[in-house]
């Protein structure tokens, strides 16, 4: 079984409505982010989480809202969804005494 | 803020060498890393090199790294049709990405 997974892998959803991108992790990990992907310009980083009682803004976290429901789930809200939110979503995971992360499967996200 | 960049893309044929190149500005990094993306997947950790090092060997890779001119490369031996992907570098504690290097091999 895969170490990060994320749900869904695809979703089509329409403006205005409420999205919910979920990640679970079994690796035991501390730290959790959430980075989004657009070709030509990598990875961005939308919001990060070194432990259940800590959420931190990334570089590109306007529109978007997390949740850490546990050590192991780090949820992404788009509140109201827009066409520029179409775009890739990762999850990676990693450890206070590593900077390396590992990520997910990611999910297509377009907004019509 | 911090900035990563990369070319976009790199054409060689199998059995050459491949080298892709990045220039960062953090100059406090004590990592910098190469990740691989395939097609329809996550990024993996291809190799990383401490800041303090000049270069790291790591059996087909070779990573480069010039702190007086903020630039670092990753040098594939061989380069095989499996090694066809995308390949980010990243520097930073919070791991800012360049754009990413699409890398084909021709056979």
């Known amino acids: 079984d895969a170490d990060v997974t994320q749900t869904p892998r695809n979703r089509i959803t329409k403006t205005g409505k409420r999205i919910m991108l979920e990640c679970s992790q079994t690796?035991?990990?501390?730290?959790m982010y959430w980075y989004r992907q657009d070709p030509g310009l990598g990875l961005r980083l939308i919001y990060y989480s070194f432990d259940v009682k800590d959420i931190n803004k990334g570089e590109i976290s306007d529109g978007y809202s997390v949740s850490r429901q546990a050590q192991a789930k780090f949820s992404l809200s788009l509140e109201s969804a827009i066409p520029n939110q179409t775009a890739l979503y990762f999850c990676?995971?990693?450890?206070?005494?590593?900077?390396?992360?590992?990520f997910g499967p990611g999910t297509r996200l377009t907004v019509t | 803020g911090e900035d990563v960049e990369q070319s976009l893309f790199l054409s060689v044929r199998e059995g050459d060498s491949s080298v892709i190149n990045c220039t960062y500005t953090?100059?406090?990094?004590?990592?910098l890393y190469w990740y691989k993306q395939e097609p329809g997947a996550g990024l993996q950790l291809l190799t990383y090199i401490f800041s303090n090092m000049d270069m790291k060997q790591d059996q087909r890779l070779t990573v480069l790294l010039n702190k007086k001119d903020k630039h670092l490369s990753l040098r594939i031996a061989d380069t095989q049709t499996g090694d066809s992907a995308i390949y980010f570098c990243a520097d930073g504690n919070m791991l800012t990405f360049g754009g990413g290097t699409r890398l084909m091999v021709k056979p």
């Open positions: 990676a995971t990693g450890t206070s005494g590593s900077y390396e992360q590992y």
């Open positions: 690796k035991g990990h501390d730290r």
């Open positions: 953090d100059s406090s990094s004590t990592y």
